[in-house]
């Protein structure tokens, strides 16, 4: 062993003061980032409305300009029936397909593929068209969702 005068020390007690004093700095970085943390605030209710109330305030009239030119699908159905694989290879030029709907029954009108009214055969300047005779209610409409 060497010897060592006094207030002299040896690399290992440096090595461990170094340590000490990186520690302690390392100790008061965490502590002043983390000493708000804890702070409480406090914490409000937050009221909404009901959708049943309506703001009789506020005038806004209704503009439904912004949705009048979103293309919509309407199709007309004649009538449905169901047959076998068999008996449609059997069609050709000139076969009748027998349709579940009687003669003279009103037409379906499908808007966006949802029945929406029904109506009967008319001519048009020698086109097809459909006379409305029945609009479906919103609540016949909700129950064949």
Same mark, same amino acid.
């Given at each position: 062993?060497?010897?060592? $005068?006094?207030?002299?020390?040896s690399?290992?007690v440096?090595?461990?003061?170094?340590?000490?004093?990186?520690?302690?700095?390392? *100790?008061?970085?965490?502590?002043? @980032?983390?000493?708000?943390v804890?702070?409480? $605030?406090?914490?409000?209710?937050?009221?909404f409305?009901?959708?049943?109330?309506?703001?009789?305030?506020?005038?806004?009239?209704?503009?439904?300009?912004?949705?009048?030119?979103i293309?919509?699908?309407?199709?007309?159905?004649?009538?449905?029936? $169901?047959?076998?694989?068999?008996?449609?290879?059997?069609?050709?030029?000139g076969?009748?397909?027998?349709? @579940?709907?009687?003669?003279?029954?009103?037409?379906? *009108?499908? *808007?966006?593929? $949802?029945?929406?009214?029904?109506?009967?055969?008319?001519?048009?300047?020698?086109?097809?068209?459909v006379?409305?005779?029945?609009?479906?209610?919103?609540?016949?409409?909700?129950?064949?969702?």
């Amino acid at each position: 062993m060497t010897n060592q $005068k006094s207030g002299e020390n040896s690399p290992a007690v440096n090595t461990a003061e170094a340590g000490r004093e990186n520690l302690n700095s390392d *100790v008061k970085d965490v502590h002043e @980032a983390t000493k708000n943390v804890n702070i409480r $605030k406090p914490v409000k209710k937050v009221e909404f409305s009901s959708f049943d109330e309506t703001d009789k305030t506020a005038e806004s009239p209704k503009n439904l300009d912004f949705i009048l030119d979103i293309p919509l699908t309407i199709s007309v159905e004649l009538g449905r029936t $169901k047959m076998v694989i068999n008996d449609m290879l059997q069609l050709g030029q000139g076969s009748v397909i027998e349709l @579940a709907k009687l003669a003279g029954e009103p037409l379906d *009108v499908y *808007v966006n593929g $949802k029945l929406m009214a029904r109506g009967e055969v008319v001519l048009v300047n020698d086109k097809f068209g459909v006379r409305l005779t029945d609009i479906i209610s919103p609540a016949e409409r909700i129950k064949t969702l």
